[in-house]
């Protein structure tokens, strides 16, 4: 075989800084240094790796940059804890500068969680779905009470209270999965929902037939559905059923305002008159 079949590019050289915080990465991954203990002590480091004083300093802030440790000035350097917070930030970060709409992460959301039922039915314990049916009960609870709220800033505390009480119940989904790729996204994946913001003063006439709907009882019978599912063990039951089950029916209108709202913001939907004779309809049918 000829030499010249081998790429000329010449290889990176690595630093000391770089081969002491591969190491230490190595050590933080594998869980031999746990999440809040601080690394030995600057001189200490600097003698086991047999290195100055300012290589560990190198290294330290590499480790920084990639968040596996906090450098407290003063105090010394500490492994961090999960780093979901921060991949939250920087996937929201990458999705903004792809364009993404709130609507984009509806769908995927909703399509991982589907995904994250069929697993959970086949490896959830008895004790975690007892979990999630609590978890969805208190869900409904907190959509009754908000049917009650009448002044608008307690509304919308109850709303955002609502969709607390609504993450809680999928990320105990996610979680009973036992898939650590899915648990690891869910969380991150889930704070880019922001509170859809209802405006019905377009349909003002019309919001008084309305009330007597009971848009909730979509949500109840999902809830139903995907405890049934879960206790049934039976995988493909879960899947089919599921993925026809119109857990809540939006009208095309909420929809298109949904894909022109970049995502990390709270879509504003104005509903007129048609979509609210959309909605009724769905939810009668």
Not at 9 to 18: C, G, Q, S, V
Not at 29 to 49: K, M, N
Not at 59 to 81: D, N, P, Q, Y
Not at 231 to 260: C, G, H, V, Y
């Amino acid at each position: 075989m000829s030499s010249e079949t081998f790429s000329k590019k010449p290889m990176k050289r690595e630093t000391l800084a770089d081969r002491v915080a591969a190491d230490i990465t190595e050590l933080i991954l594998s869980g031999s240094v746990q999440a809040g203990t601080a690394l030995p002590t600057e001189p200490d480091l600097a003698e086991q790796y047999g290195v100055s004083r300012s290589v560990i300093r190198d290294a330290a802030k590499l480790l920084s940059a990639r968040g596996l440790v906090e450098i407290r000035h003063g105090k010394g350097v500490f492994v961090t804890a999960s780093q979901k917070e921060g991949f939250a930030d920087a996937l929201l970060l990458a999705l903004r500068r792809n364009h993404s709409s709130v609507w984009d992460a509806e769908e995927f959301i909703d399509g991982l969680f589907l995904l994250a039922v069929s697993l959970a039915t086949a490896s959830a314990s008895d004790s975690e779905i007892d979990r999630i049916e609590e978890l969805g009960n208190e869900f409904l609870k907190m959509l009754d009470t908000s049917n009650d709220i009448n002044e608008e800033n307690e509304a919308e505390e109850i709303a955002r209270a609502a969709q607390g009480a609504y993450n809680r119940a999928r990320m105990a989904v996610f979680e009973a999965t036992h898939n650590k790729v899915i648990q690891h996204l869910a969380a991150p994946l889930l704070s880019l929902r922001r509170l859809r913001m209802w405006d019905f003063s377009q349909a003002i006439e019309e919001i008084e037939d309305f009330k007597d709907v009971d848009v909730a009882s979509v949500d109840r019978r999902f809830q139903v559905a995907l405890v049934e599912c879960l206790r049934s063990r039976d995988t493909k039951r879960a899947f089919t059923t599921l993925l026809d089950f119109n857990k809540f029916p939006l009208p095309q209108e909420a929809i298109e305002i949904m894909k022109s709202t970049p995502i990390g913001e709270s879509p504003h939907i104005v509903i007129h008159p048609s979509s609210l004779e959309e909605m009724k309809e769905q939810l009668n049918g």
